[in-house]
């Protein structure tokens, strides 16, 4: 199984960049990175996904290094409707479509 | 719109009583998951199916049943074996042919009382 590993919480104020990052060393070869948002009481939200180098859409940026090891979300501009939970999935491959969610971090942005 | 509706939102549930949560999508996705999230903690595996009269047990299924006798449906029971069932708990659904992919639904609140 892909483990990964996020810091547990981060600050920020409005208007900042925000960059948050998950370590999986044992990524496998077909296993793609994805990011969710949870907001308390409600499921997850797709933010982003990426296989390796950057994706970039209306909401984030995803940069995945060369040997995929890590990756990371970057936010920009984030705004107080940002604080949220975010958690970093990785596929996993030779165990079907078994997902596994990391910890996840809080992250708390004020004025 | 094409969604997940996991009923109810709220649920009371005795001591010693079996109770069932809802989940349904109408995705067309093929695999249908059940987590569990406890206060301030991380989503945890309970079931998930990749495809219909088929399921596995994720890494807590203790006092959880499912089924899986239609595509769209994916119920999950909470037996009066599972010691601790007061949490969240989320449905989600992916098509399996689109990079893994998560939908979920809205959870369902459970509480022992």
């Known amino acids: 199984l892909a483990k990964t590993t996020q810091p547990i919480s981060m600050d920020s104020y409005e208007g900042q960049e925000v960059n948050i990052t998950c370590s999986h060393n044992?990524?496998?070869?077909?296993?793609?990175i994805t990011w969710y948002q949870q907001f308390p009481s409600q499921g997850p939200r797709f933010i982003i996904q990426?296989?390796?180098t950057k994706v970039t859409n209306e909401v984030a940026s995803l940069f995945i290094p060369a040997d995929r090891k890590s990756s990371t979300l970057s936010l920009p501009r984030v705004s107080l409707s940002d604080t949220a939970v975010y958690y970093c999935?990785?596929?996993?491959?030779?165990?079907?479509?078994?997902?596994?969610f990391g910890t996840g971090t809080q992250l708390k942005v004020e004025l | 719109d094409g969604g997940i509706t996991q009923s109810p939102k709220y649920l009371f549930r005795k001591e010693g009583q079996n109770v069932t949560l809802s989940c349904e999508q109408n995705l067309n996705h093929d695999a249908m998951y059940w987590y569990r999230q406890d206060p301030g903690q991380g989503l945890r595996l309970i079931y998930y199916s990749q495809i219909v009269n088929d399921f596995q047990k994720g890494d807590i299924a203790e006092g959880y049943s499912v089924s899986r006798e239609k595509k769209e449906s994916f119920p999950l029971t909470v037996t009066s074996a599972q010691k601790n069932p007061t949490a969240f708990y989320l449905c989600a659904s992916m098509n399996t042919g689109s990079g893994y992919g998560y939908t979920f639904g809205s959870g369902t609140r459970l509480t022992v009382v």
């Open positions: 044992n990524i496998a070869t077909n296993d793609y």
């Open positions: 990426g296989y390796k």
């Open positions: 999935l990785v596929a996993v491959t030779g165990g079907g479509n078994k997902l596994t």
